[in-house]
């Protein structure tokens, strides 16, 4: 049985996770930020190995700003750089800051990563901002590894797997809807101010080299089947073959959409209206 990742290993997430998703997330979180100015504290929720830490260090350290790296899991603190002079384990949830005392948040797939995500973490960084204070997220959006989903779905039907076909099924709804992330944000108090959507690529030439990437195996089937740590060989020389199958003249494509979202604490806190209305 093949073991998929879950992203507490600092390796895999600086081989696999990195290069494919957040490195372009980063790109795209880093462009959105809004300017930042002295004596502000800037905040970096959910650091990792430290992709955008380095980056937004120097970006506090030039306007004159304070920063600090949040990352929940101690092994993938060790990794954040030491650029950031102040680097926190703490759960998004949990923040352990005051009410009201951070302006910016920056946070690269790190909120909402899943359509039906607990919105405490949102909740978390709405209580710490300052009004007015500006949260910067990116996220994974529908779409993302659907031709991928497709055909894995095909080939679990054909070798009987239909726990692992319902997962697959399951894990492709999960990811985030635009407007369900927009109607999060207002859910949570915040008042949305634009979106952004790229979608970034990952070409195989044929079956066997889409099934022997470290990404896919590791990465990318963990992120469509969350309720499944394994899976079978047959599932996958049944997926390399229907890439050859279907895609016998072309290279397949992994399709990642991702998404950044600009938001900010209203001035004046507005609460959402009850929904039905």
Known sequence: MTRVGLFNDPDQVAEDLVPAVLAPAG????????PFAADQLVVELGA????CTGPLAVRAHKAGARFVAVEQQRKLLAHVPRAAPLRIQAKLEQLPFASESVDHIAANCALLTRESSSRRALASAFRVLKPG?????????????EELCDLLVEACEQASLFDLQAAVLDGR???????????ALFE????????????HAVLFPDGPALIADT???RTALALVMRAHTTLPPEALARLSRAVDSY??????VVRIR???FRAERPAQDVLAPPKGM
């Open 48 to 51: 990792r190995v430290g992709l």
């Open 173 to 183: 709804d999960e990811f985030v809807v635009e407007q369900g992330a927009v109607d």
């Open 27 to 34: 790109e795209m979180l880093m462009d959105a930020l809004p």
């Open 247 to 252: 895609f016998e003249d072309t290279d397949f």
């Open 188 to 199: 949570t108090g915040f008042r949305h101010l634009s979106t952004g959507v790229a979608e």
């Open 215 to 217: 990404f896919v195996r």
């Open 133 to 145: 204070g500006s949260l910067t997220m990116t996220t994974l959006l529908e779409g993302s590894f």
């Open 258 to 260: 991702l998404g950044v």
